[in-house]
């Protein structure tokens, strides 16, 4: 019997290259043996096909002669052969071709017949144990798993396989989660500051620092420092014109505490002239004097930025402007048929015309103090601003439309945006009226120097006018007329500013020289000396007039 293995027995079977796997490597198969030589004209296999041997000796044989046909005419060499069963290759389902193929190349595979159309599943990644390659054995010979003809990845431990699809997303998200954190850090800053700024502010409002608030930690009315507030203000000169006579008020802007406020001055204040001489405050503006703003701000100690003088006529034509006013009257004004001015009724929110607001104003009963027309006055002038347009342009405009002239200072602009602005604090309520109470000899009050000139109008001397000549406040103490006016004299032919500080409450023996700046100390000294007076009664303290040095004029005082 023939070895099925022996190479060299041509009528054995033996395995042979039949394919190729998915991976390249060579697929072998059995082939039966041949069970008899070729036949005539086909040629002789001497040898067998070993792997990876391509060309195989090979020998033929002579063809036999027809003893019919000498010649070889009509002699097929190709008789019809027996077809021999050849192993087929797994997943293709081809048979061997009907003839013997000679083994001089390596076979090459039949185009496999078209399956049938089925449902193609969708690719999955193979398992490890699917992706393992496949070796024939005694049980797969001879056919092929379906498997071995998949794509598969098959990791390899000696090099790193990058998933691209992952990289990506990582990269993408790392990136939306620095975003995230970078949006937390600004959202954290912003929340840190938000506190902060509120936290800063609610301390200040409780201290009472804040300049339109007054906080629980300030005491009730407690006014903040005049030397840090910045105040505009302009003064009003109403002139009526036919009855005669004028009432004075200081429009104030505070800008830095954000309120308003009228400043009502009496007739009887004592203003100083430019002559050194003294005057009434109602004589001043009756005679036009040109230096009635310079002689305020030397009693007063302030720095007016401009004179609006404001006939009645005008005032009656502002108010038809703004389109009327609404005052809480104190009394009733009765119809004057003579000067065709209407009646106006007493109660809270009466509508007032021009005509109507002007009578009001005016009006002075018989025997009333001029301070309780000078509060008519202020009710008009709050109502007028509250009326008057929040727009600089808008006030100027209203304020060009009267058909005024004014100071030439004081234009409608600048005039309109200065009522524009406190007009705004009286709509809002954060506006008061003080009228400034005067002695009899025209000197100020105690309580109008702490309560209206410092707190209100901030009155300083040294910062109202700098650089100008010392003011000193002169009050007599002796009950001598005579010693009163010695000391004046001698305080303007020393170059001095005086502020006539009327007389005093009663009598004192000694003389008193006081200055409230330690600058002013030995300016202080100069004033006693110009005086005749001992250095002895030069002191510090606060002054009861508001002025630079105030002498307190004793009975000491002996005059030259």
Not at 171 to 176: A, L, V, W
Not at 513 to 529: E, F, H, L, N
């Amino acid at each position: 019997m023939n070895d099925p293995q022996d190479p060299y027995d041509p009528y054995a079977a033996q395995l042979q290259l039949i394919g190729y796997d998915s991976y390249g490597r060579p697929v072998y198969g059995q082939v039966p043996a041949q069970s008899a030589p070729p036949p005539y004209g086909q040629p002789y296999q001497d040898h067998q096909q070993y792997p990876g041997y391509e060309q195989p000796y090979e020998t033929s044989y002579p063809y036999p002669q027809d003893p019919q046909d000498p010649q070889g005419q009509g002699y097929d060499p190709y008789p019809p052969q027996q077809e021999y069963p050849q192993a087929s290759a797994p997943g293709y389902g081809t048979q061997q071709p009907p003839h013997w193929i000679p083994q001089q190349s390596v076979p090459q595979e039949p185009p496999a017949a078209a399956p049938p159309a089925a449902q193609v599943p969708e690719p999955r990644r193979a398992t490890a144990e699917e992706s393992a390659p496949a070796t024939p054995d005694a049980d797969d010979a001879p056919g092929y798993r379906t498997e071995q003809f998949a794509f598969i990845d098959q990791p390899d431990e000696d090099s790193e396989v990058i998933d691209w699809l992952a990289f990506t997303e990582s990269r993408t998200e790392r990136r939306e989660e620095a975003r995230r954190r970078g949006r937390n850090r600004v959202v954290a800053l912003i929340v840190v500051l938000a506190l902060f700024v509120v936290g800063g502010a609610g301390y200040l409002w409780y201290a009472g620092k804040l300049p339109f608030l007054d906080g629980p930690g300030q005491k009730q009315g407690a006014p903040a420092a005049a030397g840090a507030q910045k105040r505009d203000m302009i003064v009003v000169h109403l002139h009526n014109t036919k009855r005669g006579g004028s009432s004075t008020a200081l429009l104030v802007d505070n800008v830095t505490t954000r309120q308003g406020a009228t400043v009502l001055i009496p007739n009887t204040l004592g203003v100083p002239k430019q002559d050194g001489t003294g005057t009434s405050l109602g004589k001043a503006v009756e005679e036009g004097s040109l230096g009635t703003r310079e002689s305020l701000d030397t009693v007063l100690g302030t720095r007016i930025g401009g004179t609006w003088r404001l006939d009645t006529p005008f005032l009656e034509r502002l108010v038809e402007l703004v389109g009327g006013i609404e005052v809480d009257t104190d009394t009733a004004v009765p119809a004057d048929e003579q000067a065709k001015t209407p009646a106006v009724g007493q109660g809270s929110r009466q509508s007032l015309t021009g005509a109507m607001a002007v009578a009001y104003a005016t009006h002075r009963a018989q025997g009333e103090p001029e301070a309780r027309q000078l509060e008519r006055t202020g009710k008009v002038l709050y109502a007028v601003l509250r009326k008057i347009p929040g727009d600089p342009k808008a006030a100027a405009t209203t304020v060009d439309s009267m058909g005024q002239i004014l100071d030439p200072g004081l234009d409608a602009q600048n005039l309109g945006g200065l009522l524009s602005r406190i007009g705004e604090h009286a709509k809002v309520a954060a506006y008061r009226t003080e009228v400034l109470t005067v002695k009899p000899d025209g000197g100020l009050t105690d309580d109008a120097n702490k309560k209206v000139v410092k707190e209100i109008l901030g009155g300083s001397f040294t910062a109202a006018q700098p650089g100008a000549a010392l003011r000193v406040g002169l009050k007599d103490a002796t009950g001598s007329e005579k010693a009163q006016i010695a000391a004046k004299a001698a305080l303007l032919n020393g170059g001095y500013g005086l502020v006539d500080g009327g007389k005093a409450d009663r009598t004192a023996a000694t003389s008193q020289i006081t200055y409230q700046d330690d600058a002013q100390r030995d300016r202080a000294v100069d004033v006693a000396k110009t005086l005749g007076l001992p250095e002895s009664d030069v002191k510090k303290a606060e002054n009861a007039v508001n002025a630079d040095v105030v002498v307190i004029l004793g009975g000491d005082y002996k005059p030259s």
